[in-house]
């Protein structure tokens, strides 16, 4: 999985708790068999879970990544290659 994936779950999660945050304590409004709060409430409950979940995509995919960089000083420029391993890497 990638960063950016937990990151954009992060983010939609902190605008859904917003957003469910000013529909239930901003709001007010009484119709009949729809309740905006209760709409607040479920975009509450959905944001703190894709907030976590989105949290827990980053670091995980921070935690998986190694990166391998070799230099080669035998040409007039230096030149660099980037590698990039997924697993488990001990400092």
Known sequence: M???TGTGLAALGIVLVTVGAILRYAVYVSTDGFSI???GVILLAVGIASFVIG???FAASA???RTIVER???APGE???V???HGHSMP
């Open 72 to 74: 080669e000083h035998s």
């Open 2 to 4: 990638y960063t950016a």
């Open 79 to 81: 030149r660099e290659r």
């Open 63 to 65: 935690y998986g990544k």
């Open 55 to 57: 949290i827990i995509a």
């Open 37 to 39: 709060n209760t709409v």
């Open 83 to 85: 590698f990039q391993e």
